[in-house]
């Protein structure tokens, strides 16, 4: 069976990984905001996926798809007649399925057209009720979701193998503005890697991702969070103890060299902020978010005080990769992805007077791909 596997453009290679480390997984293949990849069956593993947007099963695909509206009936009856036995289980009385449509190229239909003509014809197919989807939202929750990629041409059609997207965590209910997007913090943990024992600190921690997602991936090292506004430490505690993770927060302003000195014992051990071993950090940008406190204004006094190595996403407005450089960091890598129609510089780095920090094992050589396959520059 073809599985694809859809991300956040810019950590593709990230989530080529994963999939090529966690999964008996054959012909992994790499393109912008996809990966694809073969499977011997549907395996609960996919599910466990932490760095993938969502993960569908390939059905099938037609070809000559027209760009006029005229062209829509057409691509209907063909997507109904697609072989969709082997991904879709057997009718349910009740279940409902809603079709979510990406188009590339142009037309004169939009999503949402397709969508209603694709549900129309696979409700008696899929033995479901259609939800159909307006530019004013869903019309309820569904059980199964079809999603279609429209490309020139082609469209592919394939089946979500869960009721909810992989990025939608449970345990991530309290959040405030500018929280990270889960697979993108996921993603950014595996670049650290950090070492049984090891301490991680997020010092700019918001509602908790980046340090909740660290603790899921690396349960053996010692992360901590802490952020200026108490109300995000509060999302943060609350988030941690949901998804099941002892992480210590504390609120503590960024750019105080000793930031947690304040904080109670029992909230966050104040050496681990001091002297993280790891820094994974998503700092404010000024847009959703203000830097407050002693780095209103800029970042560079928190740069100069980082402890070990960065691992960090920013906004590319910010430009944190030259910032980095002037003050004498080393860099291992520099990237950028592009999230909710912004460019972000992604950077894994380490402070004057550090070894030169390198991407674990496994990841370099699917960057490498990605590059050569032009997915990421
Ligand atoms: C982009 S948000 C981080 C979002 C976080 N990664 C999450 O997933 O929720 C930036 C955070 O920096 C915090 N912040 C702003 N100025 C700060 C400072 N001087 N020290 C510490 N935190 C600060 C804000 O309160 C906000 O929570």
């Known amino acids: 069976m073809i599985f ?13 990984e994963e999939i090529a480390r966690t999964l008996p997984a054959g012909d992994v293949r790499l393109a912008r905001r996809e990966v694809t990849f073969r499977l011997p069956s549907v395996d609960d593993r996919l599910h466990a996926l932490r760095t993938v947007d969502d993960v569908f099963v390939r ?16 691509l209907a009856r063909r997507l109904a007649a697609l072989d969709w036995s082997a991904a879709a289980p057997g ?34 197919v899929l033995g479901a009720t259609f939800v159909a989807r307006t530019d004013a939202g869903s019309a ?48 950014l943990a595996r670049l650290t890697a950090p070492a049984g024992g090891e301490r991680v ?9 980046l340090a909740i997602e660290a603790t899921l991936a690396y349960p053996d090292a010692r992360v901590t969070g802490t952020d200026i506004d ?31 000195r304040d904080a109670r014992p029992d909230d966050v051990r104040a ?46 407005d910010l430009a944190v990769p030259e910032a980095l450089r002037r003050q004498g960091f080393t ?22 007077g550090h070894p030169a920090p390198a991407l674990p094992p496994g990841l370099a050589t699917w960057r490498e791909q990605a590059v050569r396959a032009g997915v990421v520059l």
């Open 4 to 16: 694809i596997a859809r991300a956040v453009h810019g950590i593709e290679w990230v989530c080529a």
């Open 59 to 74: 059905v099938g695909e037609v070809g000559d798809v027209g760009t006029t509206k005229d062209a829509l009936p057409v």
């Open 91 to 124: 009718a349910v009385p009740g279940r409902r399925f809603d079709v979510v449509a990406s188009i590339e190229g142009r037309r004169t239909y939009n999503r949402y057209a397709v969508e209603a003509a694709a549900g129309a014809a696979l409700a008696p």
């Open 140 to 187: 309820g929750e569904s059980d199964l979701t079809v999603r279609l990629f429209l490309r020139g041409p082609v469209a592919v059609a394939a089946l979500r193998l869960a009721a909810r997207p992989l990025h939608r965590r449970a345990y991530k209910q309290d959040t405030g503005p500018g929280t990270l997007h889960p697979p993108l913090a996921a993603a």
């Open 201 to 209: 600190l997020d010092p700019f921690s918001g509602d908790g991702t």
């Open 230 to 260: 108490p109300a995000r430490v509060a999302n943060a505690r609350a988030n941690a103890q949901r998804a099941g993770v002892a992480v210590e927060f504390a609120v503590a302003d960024a750019g105080e060299a000793d930031a947690g």
């Open 271 to 316: 050496a681990d902020v001091r002297a993280a071993d790891v820094v994974l950090t998503n700092p404010p940008w000024n847009l959703a978010v203000d830097a407050a406190g002693t780095l209103a204004g800029s970042l560079d006094r928190f740069w100069r005080t980082v402890p070990g190595r960065l691992c960090a996403v920013t906004d590319a």
């Open 331 to 352: 860099t291992a890598l520099t990237t950028r992805v592009r999230l909710a129609g912004r460019v972000s510089d992604v950077v894994l780095a380490a402070p004057p």
